[in-house]
């Protein structure tokens, strides 16, 4: 199946004109009109932009947010270069100059899971161009190998590289993802099993993000972050150490939640944010 017929919207595209990711082709959704949020998905086969905050962002364009819904490099319609590490800095120099290339100078940066690790990363690296950041689960507040001992990670891993995923395949990872998989529509696998196999083989063998733990006191932007308690992807110790460590954090802890948030407690999810970015 060629790109142009994954069961995906497609919208924008932009070629990165600088940086060490020059001439990196992204696809992106661009909905809305307002103050702008950038949407950073997970990782695992076959994720996209699309797929992962379908829920979610109608809900923020609905409530004057331009919405800037990025396919990471490696995922959904972006270029998936087979001959790179796809480490944070690889990235995270790709959302800067996604940034750069679409001219936003400020925004809302939004990630789950990997997503939120990119995000963590570039607030670090250019503090001014990040106002707010919304964190579903993020990644890099964990040394590699505690992300490795979870069950989520392991089956996603051991799957993807046993060879081409179809449907079942596609359940058999994702039902972890969730607390009940009862919420994983046919319509959603599909989406993913479509993308997976046109993923470069290195994809999470060379996927490192370093645990960025001890930075958390350099962040100024205001941290508005879940986590599920059942999630198996990222230790939800995780919220305790963006409580600790970041300065202007609050985390919403659910019961009865994997690790996505933004899908298992959708309303929630969206009338949190919502209220985070117009009346705080």
């Known amino acids: 199946m060629s790109q142009q017929d994954f069961p995906l919207p497609i919208d924008q595209f932009v070629e990165l004109t600088k940086g060490l990711n020059k001439g990196l082709r992204l696809h992106y959704l661009d909905v809305g009109q307002g103050p702008v949020v950038v949407w950073l998905h997970g990782s695992g086969p076959g994720a996209s ?11 923020f364009a609905a409530a004057g947010f331009r919405n800037l819904v990025l396919d990471l490099p490696g995922f959904g319609r972006s270029d998936k270069p087979a001959d790179i590490k796809y480490d944070l800095g690889f990235f995270v120099d790709a959302l800067s100059g996604f940034l750069d290339a679409l001219g936003i ?25 990040v106002e707010r950041l919304i964190l579903m689960a993020p990644g890099g507040l964990e040394e590699r190998e505690a992300y490795f001992r979870m069950e989520g990670i392991q089956r996603m891993v051991q799957t993807f590289a046993a060879g081409p995923m179809g449907m079942e395949e596609m359940r058999h990872v994702m039902s972890l993802q969730v607390f009940d998989p009862a919420l994983l529509e046919d319509a959603l696998l599909a989406e993913r099993a479509a993308v997976a196999p046109t ?46 460590n970041a300065p202007h954090a609050r985390v919403v802890m659910l019961n009865r939640c994997g690790h996505w948030v933004q899908v298992e407690h959708r309303e929630l999810f969206n009338r949190a944010c919502v209220d985070f970015m117009t009346k705080e």
């Open 49 to 59: 932009g699309y797929s992962n905050f379908k829920g979610n962002y109608p809900e």
């Open 105 to 129: 100078d400020r925004c809302t940066l939004l990630g789950n899971s990997l997503g939120g690790a990119i995000a963590l990363g570039l607030a670090l690296e250019r503090p001014a161009v």
């Open 199 to 244: 993923q470069p083989a290195n994809l999470f063998s060379t996927m490192l993000v370093p645990n960025l733990s001890s930075r958390l006191g350099e962040l100024q932007a205001p941290i508005l972050g879940f986590w599920g308690t059942d999630d198996k992807f990222n230790p939800v110790r995780g919220a305790m150490t963006l409580l600790e």
